[in-house]
């Protein structure tokens, strides 16, 4: 099991622009690839707080998460969808991404 953890940093003013598009575009097409997010939120203290947008993702190896990345992405209504939302200017300041493997702490602690 491994889990990818991504940070967006919103541009200014463009928080509520962000939820809206994961509400009303990016969970659906999680949902239609079969990724499993296992958390949603905002940070509340930190380097970016108030307005940093936090998701986790499961899956059971790194294949699988290239698979279902890679079709998430190729996805006909991802590009057209993402080009409308960001008709105004980019959504995001930056976007940050780990994976954690959850297998080597099973083996540490025997």
């Known amino acids: 099991m491994i889990s990818e953890i991504r ?56 294949a699988e998460l290239e698979r279902k990345w890679a079709a998430f992405l190729s996805d006909p209504a991802w590009e057209p969808a993402l080009a409308e939302r960001e008709q105004d200017g980019p959504l995001y300041q930056s976007i940050r991404r780990r994976v954690v493997d959850s297998r080597q702490f099973d083996q540490l602690l025997g």
């Open 7 to 62: 940070e967006y940093v919103p541009m200014p003013g463009r928080l509520p622009d962000v939820v809206a598009f994961f509400h009303e575009t990016v969970i659906p097409l999680f949902r239609k690839h079969d990724m499993t997010f296992t958390q949603m939120g905002f940070t509340s203290f930190g380097e970016r707080s108030f307005g940093e947008f936090v998701y986790t993702m499961r899956f059971a190896d790194l």
